[in-house]
């Protein structure tokens, strides 16, 4: 039922800026928490950023300070604004969110590719 679109990837140099975007298929206030995960080749998928219903951010130590996740509820879309991006943040980038009312209920996006080279 519900749906997730990535969109915003590519190829950025470092040192340069992405703005990914999480689309879903109705109101996001029906989730508890949406998230941001990356999974870089060979590596485990790790938790880059969150945003709760009520608006509550938090951050991996390795993105905090360069990445920022925001939303806006009228276009049901979540954002990572990604700054400063370096080789290691390279990974396929996955949107997250859980279920407002039954936690166990988790969506996800098929995931847009990151880049960042010389």
């Known amino acids: 039922q519900v749906q997730l679109v990535e969109s915003g990837g590519g190829l950025v140099q470092p040192g340069g800026s992405l703005r990914l975007h999480c689309a879903a298929s109705?109101?996001?206030?029906?989730?508890?928490?949406m998230g941001w995960y990356r999974q870089a080749p060979g590596k485990q998928r790790e938790l880059a950023a969150t945003?709760?219903?009520?608006?509550?951010?938090a951050y991996a130590d390795s993105v905090k300070g360069r990445f920022t996740i925001s939303r806006d509820i009228a276009k049901n879309t979540v954002y990572l604004q990604m700054n400063s991006l370096k080789p290691e943040d390279t990974a396929v980038y996955y949107c997250?969110?859980?279920?407002?009312?039954?936690?166990?209920?988790?969506?996800w996006g098929q995931g847009t590719q990151v880049t960042v080279s010389s």
């Open positions: 997250n969110a859980q279920d407002r009312f039954v936690g166990a209920y988790n969506y």
């Open positions: 109705g109101s996001i206030l029906s989730f508890a928490v």
């Open positions: 945003i709760t219903r009520g608006s509550t951010t």
